[in-house]
């Protein structure tokens, strides 16, 4: 059992373990320590199914709320900390805390030997949409993330708030350059994600997706410099049919990283439709590629 001594006075603001956690939301302190904070009970809950937590700490509202997750993180060998609410508002980041903030090692940030969707983040310094993008991508089914040149720090309070959990569930990788993180996936695509880019659902239709694929996204309000975007193999948008003006970053992100996981699927589905006609007689092909294809809708259209 990890919990603090019963009658432990709460920490509070001073506590010199409040003192050096709170040091934690800034890059510096998190680099040095190799350590983050994870607020709320989304995070939190994936944070400890990742098994990274170190301590927790918790107001006395949360003692009640979310006593699973205070003897969760007992159970996975945590430290737990009450704490009066001077002291957890002194960690938490958000205006109105939700009552638990954890402390946590820094992710595994091996790349997969081979990987077919990959999402690189080229100068995006709003932590929001860094961690919304990589909801999406986790959403996708991406293989991993990367946080390259100028990006802005995925341990950061905000993106991993925004990932919503997500930070937990893919490898997410730190690059200086976003040159050389490309040169990590050598037999994948490159597309630069363009307003001006070639039209994605043309490019769909062709099968130009379909193959392994690393999508280069940059900042929602400069975009890609032009010798960032000339790394890629070519640049793509998504069509705009309406009357907005553009879409943003997340937005535009997760059609993209979808299309291109929808794709390859597709061409999944296929190479099992043909090895089985290898196997069964030529009239059974045909009912062979309904399951299949009533298979992948199914799974398209999970709540």
Not at 58 to 87: E, F, K, M, N
């Amino acid at each position: 059992m990890q919990l603090d001594p019963p009658g432990t006075d709460a920490l509070t603001a001073r506590s010199s373990r409040v003192v050096n956690a709170r040091k934690l939301q800034r890059r510096r302190g998190r680099d040095k320590v190799e350590r983050f904070l994870a607020e709320g009970p989304q995070a939190v809950r994936e944070a400890i199914a990742a098994g990274v937590v170190e301590d927790l700490f918790y107001d006395l509202d949360a003692d009640t709320r979310h006593s699973d997750l205070i003897d969760a993180a007992v159970a996975a060998g945590a430290h737990v900390h009450p704490c009066t609410d001077d002291g957890l508002a002194a960690l938490a980041e958000t205006v109105t805390p939700q009552g638990l903030v954890a402390v946590c090692r820094f992710l595994d940030q091996s790349l997969p030997e081979e990987a077919t969707l990959v999402a690189v983040l080229h100068g995006i310094t709003d932590p929001g949409n860094a961690g919304t993008v990589l909801r999406a991508a986790d959403a996708a089914g991406a293989d991993c993330v990367v946080f390259a040149t100028d990006s802005v720090d995925p341990y950061n309070g905000k993106c991993v708030r925004s990932s919503a959990g997500s930070l937990f569930h893919l490898p997410v990788v730190r690059a200086a350059d976003t040159a050389d993180a490309l040169d990590l996936f050598p037999h994948a695509q490159i597309l630069a994600a363009a307003a001006d880019g070639d039209d994605l659902y043309a490019l769909d239709s062709a099968g130009d997706l379909d193959s392994p694929t690393v999508w280069l996204f940059g900042s929602e309000a400069h975009g890609l410099d032009e010798a960032t975007a000339a790394l890629a193999h070519r640049k793509v948008g998504v069509p705009i049919w309406g009357k907005a003006e553009s879409l943003n970053l997340a937005v535009a992100a997760g059609v993209c990283l979808y299309a291109s996981a929808a794709a390859q699927r597709r061409k999944l589905d296929l190479w099992h439709v043909n090895r089985l006609s290898r196997i069964y007689p030529a009239r059974r092909v045909r009912a062979v590629a309904l399951v299949v294809h009533v298979s992948s809708l199914g799974d398209a259209c999970e709540p």
